[in-house]
């Protein structure tokens, strides 16, 4: 399941990992500018060749037609505690473009054919997710701030280090290494110090194995799912199976056919999905008819259920009230169910699924625990991730924004 947008902001280390990762690419560039300079060296027919240099590109901010002055610049703040100066919108600006900027029509393929009310229109809506996730990397100060946490001398001398260390690698290039990664060096140390801070926050949310059980069978719920999608019965046609590489539609598992159903369902007239749609809720309405008569629910999901998740988690999910990942009707419908009760099914993107609670299983968490693999996280790791992002939502909530009017009245291509 797919968390919004906003879960993605709630991360600093998200805009320190932009700083990494052009570092990574200008030290590959080098690399093979280097690599190609060498072999220029000892290729006569290729003297001629330019060497590939980086493009440096000036800070600079011209709104209406006027060039500003950008050294202490504030564009804007946040609450009564911080000001987000220039250097650090312009940092964010390039990596939020890069990153998401198609998502809002804001490239420079985008732009180029559209009017300037097109172009105004989709810049704002760009901006203000952009304001959105450049506040949201305070949320790690703010808690931090709230909850006392702080950098040590020695954690703060980590940061000096770092930033002497890329001195010392990029050697007389350092600045303008930093410009072309769109930096400054008082934002890089304030990114490096942030990056400490996030690192520092994010380790209150971890949890012994013990503790996630105690929280388990106190505040969480175990439940499992029966998933059917429109189109259940559908079969998809020669041409769709041949384009996916399947050769036996019926041999597949029903998770596996989900994907393929999916297809087949969204190409069907408007008719023909609402007749889909309806027997599929009928279908379900049958087999949750048949559990509470006393069939196994589990057997019904072995044998009609969509959701892959009962074969990787045959005992359940463990869930709380706070996740949102799961969807709020998933979550309120659980929430309203007892031991052992079987809701009524209810319409979600795919299809219609009814859920089963049943008791919290310590035992069957505690393998889930011991066979945690990096390809797979825990339900505890999951509970930390759901548990900081309602926790860090929570003091964004808190939070305020006041543009200042170079913000307001900034336009596409008015910073370089």
């Given at each position: 399941?797919?968390?919004?947008?906003?879960?993605?902001l709630?991360?600093?280390?998200l805009?320190f990992?932009?700083?990494?990762?052009?570092t990574?690419?200008?030290?590959s560039?080098s690399e093979?500018?280097?690599s190609?300079?060498?072999?220029?060296?000892?290729?006569?027919?290729d003297?001629?060749?330019?060497?590939?240099?980086?493009?440096?590109?000036?800070?600079?901010l011209?709104?209406?037609g006027?060039?500003?002055?950008?050294?202490?610049?504030?564009?804007?703040t946040?609450?009564d505690?911080?000001?987000?100066?220039?250097?650090?919108?312009?940092?964010?600006?390039?990596?939020?473009?890069?990153?998401?900027?198609?998502?809002y029509?804001?490239?420079?393929d985008?732009?180029?054919?559209?009017?300037?009310?097109e172009?105004?229109?989709?810049?704002t809506?760009?901006?203000?997710?952009?304001?959105?996730?450049?506040?949201?990397?305070y949320?790690y100060?703010q808690?931090?701030?709230?909850n006392?946490?702080?950098?040590?001398?020695?954690?703060?001398q980590?940061?000096?280090?770092?930033?002497?260390?890329?001195?010392?690698?990029?050697?007389?290039?350092y600045?303008d290494?930093?410009?072309?990664?769109?930096l400054?060096?008082d934002?890089?140390?304030?990114?490096?110090n942030?990056?400490?801070?996030?690192?520092?926050?994010?380790?209150?949310?971890?949890?012994?194995?013990?503790?996630?059980?105690?929280i388990?069978?106190?505040?969480?719920y175990?439940?499992?799912?029966?998933?059917?999608?429109?189109?259940?019965?559908?079969?998809?046609s020669?041409?769709?199976?041949?384009?996916?590489?399947?050769?036996?539609?019926?041999?597949?598992?029903?998770?596996?056919?989900?994907t393929?159903?999916?297809?087949t369902?969204?190409?069907?007239?408007?008719?023909?999905?609402?007749?889909?749609?309806e027997?599929?809720?009928?279908?379900i309405?049958?087999?949750?008819?048949r559990?509470?008569d006393?069939?196994?629910?589990?057997?019904?999901?072995?044998?009609?259920?969509?959701?892959?998740?009962?074969?990787?988690?045959?005992?359940g999910y463990?869930?709380?009230?706070?996740?949102?990942?799961?969807?709020?009707?998933?979550v309120?419908?659980?929430?309203?169910?007892?031991?052992?009760?079987i809701?009524?099914?209810?319409?979600?993107?795919?299809g219609y699924?009814?859920?089963k609670?049943?008791?919290?299983?310590?035992?069957?968490?505690?393998?889930?625990?011991?066979?945690?693999?990096?390809d797979d996280?825990?339900?505890?790791?999951?509970y930390?991730?759901e548990?900081e992002?309602?926790?860090?939502?929570?003091?964004?909530?808190?939070?305020s924004?006041?543009?200042?009017?170079?913000?307001?009245?900034?336009?596409?291509g008015?910073?370089t």
């Open positions: 399941m797919i968390k919004k947008i906003l879960a993605l709630l991360s600093v280390m805009t990992t932009l700083f990494t990762a052009c990574d690419d200008e030290d560039s093979s500018s280097s190609s300079s060498d072999s220029d060296s000892s290729d006569d027919e003297t001629d060749d330019e060497e590939e240099t980086t493009e440096i590109v000036e800070a600079s011209t709104i209406d006027e060039e500003i002055d950008t050294t202490d610049l504030v564009m804007f946040i609450g505690n911080y000001e987000v100066t220039f250097d650090e919108f312009r940092y964010n600006y390039y990596y939020f473009m890069a990153s998401y900027g198609s998502s029509g804001v490239t420079e985008d732009m180029a054919d559209l009017t300037e009310e172009q105004d229109e989709k810049f809506i760009f901006k203000n997710y952009l304001i959105q996730f450049i506040m949201s990397t949320t100060l808690y931090a701030e709230d006392g946490i702080e950098l040590t001398e020695d954690e703060l980590e940061c000096e280090d770092e930033i002497a260390d890329l001195k010392e690698e990029q050697g007389d290039d600045e290494y930093l410009k072309s990664a769109y400054t060096e934002y890089l140390r304030k990114l490096v942030q990056s400490q801070i996030a690192d520092k926050v994010k380790s209150t949310f971890e949890l012994t194995d013990d503790e996630f059980i105690e388990a069978k106190t505040d969480l175990q439940v499992k799912t029966l998933l059917v999608p429109y189109g259940y019965d559908l079969t998809p020669d041409e769709d199976l041949e384009e996916m590489g399947v050769d036996d539609f019926d041999s597949l598992t029903n998770s596996v056919k989900m393929l159903l999916v297809s369902y969204s190409d069907l007239s408007d008719d023909e999905q609402e007749e889909q749609s027997k599929a809720l009928e279908h309405t049958n087999l949750v008819d559990a509470n006393g069939e196994d629910f589990d057997d019904l999901i072995e044998e009609y259920g969509f959701d892959g998740g009962m074969t990787t988690y045959s005992g463990i869930v709380g009230d706070f996740y949102t990942s799961y969807g709020d009707t998933f309120d419908t659980l929430f309203d169910l007892d031991i052992d009760e809701s009524e099914p209810y319409e979600f993107s795919y699924m009814a859920l609670r049943v008791e919290i299983d310590e035992d069957y968490i505690r393998d889930d625990l011991e066979n945690d693999t990096d996280d825990s339900f505890k790791e999951e930390e991730e548990y992002y309602k926790t860090l939502q929570d003091v964004m909530d808190t939070m924004i006041e543009e200042t009017d170079i913000l307001t009245n900034l336009s596409y008015d910073l």
